[in-house]
C-alpha cells in the first residue's frame, strides 16, 4: 500500500486570551469546515486539510497536516488572517516552524478582460480571457479581483513572515473586491462574473465602477477561487439579492438533473430578473425593491424565514444577501435547530459600508 504524502507544518501563537480567541475561531469556521472542540482543543477539518488548535498556558500551539504544498500554504494563510482579525487591536504574535516564503500566492492567476455588456440595466458581464480556466471549473465559485492602479505595472501580493498575506502598499495598491465566478467557458478559456451596477450618489464604488470602465485588453488578477460551492442536496432553498444572483445563476446552472430549487430573489424590478436555465426545476419568487422602497428593511429576511418554515428541516438552505439580513435569517436558522452542514448562509455586502480602496 502506498502511504498518501503529508504536508505538515506547527506554529505558535501568543494571543491576549488565548481561550477568547479558540472561542472566535470555532465560532466561525463552523461555517467552513467541520470543528471539533474539547475545552482546550480544536479541531477543524476540511478539503484544505487538518489544522488543530490547542490552548498551552496563555500560547495556542498550532499543526497543520494538508494534502498538498498548495494547501498548506492556503491553509496557514487562513489561520494566520483569521487569528490577527480576532485580536483586534490587542497585541498578538504568530510564528511558523518553518520560514515563510515571500513568494507569490499560489492561487493568483492573471487574466485580461476580453469584453463587456449590459445583461440588464444594473448588472453589467465583464468576460475575461484566462490562460487556465481548469482551477474554475467546478468546486468553490467566488474569487477576489486584484486591479491595479492605472497605468501602472500590477505588483501582485505574496506573504509576510508571519503567514498573512503581504499586500501591496502606496501607489503599488490594489483595487480587492469579491466577486462570483458566474460561467466557466472552457472552450474559450473565459471566465465570466456579473458586476451590480449600485451606484450611491456621493459614494464611491470602485467594484461597480471597474465593470463600468474597464476595456477589452485590461489586466488584473483573480485570487481564488474559495469560500463556497454547489450545495450537495436534491432540494435547496436559495434566497439573495443582486450581489447573489450570479451565484444563484450558477448554482441553477451547475446542480445534476432532479435536483429541486425554491429560489427567492431580490432585485431592483422586473427588468433586473434574468432567466436561470437549469437541469432541476426552479421555482422562482422574484421580490421587486421598486415595490416597497429602498428604505424597507427585512423584506427578503421574512420571506426566507417564511420559506424556511414552509419546507420544514428537508432543504438545503442557502442565503447570501445584505449583512443585517443574514443575520437575521441566520439566527433564525440556529433557533429552529437546522442543521449546519445543510446550509449556507454569507453576507455579501454591508449597508453603509465605509469605502476601502
Ligand atoms: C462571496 C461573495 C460573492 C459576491 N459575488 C458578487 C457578484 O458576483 N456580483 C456582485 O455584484 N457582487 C458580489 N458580491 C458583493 C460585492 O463584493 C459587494 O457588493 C462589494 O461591496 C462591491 O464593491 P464596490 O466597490 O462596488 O462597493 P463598496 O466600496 O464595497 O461599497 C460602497 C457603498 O455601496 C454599498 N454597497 C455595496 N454593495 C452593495 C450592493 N450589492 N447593493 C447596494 N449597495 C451596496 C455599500 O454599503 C457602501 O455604502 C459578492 C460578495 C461576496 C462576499
Redesign the pocket.
Known sequence: MTAVQQFTLSGVAHPKDAMHMLDEMCEHFIEHAEVQRSPDLALFKSRFGTASIRKQEEKLLIDLNCPSEIALQMTRTSIAEHMFYFAGEDPFELSWAEPVSAALLPNIHEVTVTAAENVTPH?RRVKFACADVTPFIGGD??VRILVPPKGRQPIWPGYREDGRVAWPEGEDEL?V??????AVDAERQELW????Q?P?PG?????????RDCRPGDRLALLGPG??SLPAMDHILMVG???????IARIAAEVPAGTRIQAIIEVEDAGEEQRLPTAGSMDIRWLHRSNYGAEARGVLAEAAKAAVESIGGQAFVWV?C?KEDVRSVRAFLKSRKHDPKAMYV???????????S
Open positions: 448588472m465559485m467566488h483595487l473586491r469579491v466577486y462570483t465566478i458566474r462574473i456579473d458586476f451590480l449600485h450611491l459614494t464611491k464604488t470602485p467594484g461597480a465602477d471597474f465593470a469560500g463556497g439579492d443582486e450581489s447573489a444572483l450570479p451565484a447570501a445584505e454569507a453576507w455579501y455586502w454591508e449597508r453603509n459600508a465605509a469605502t476601502q
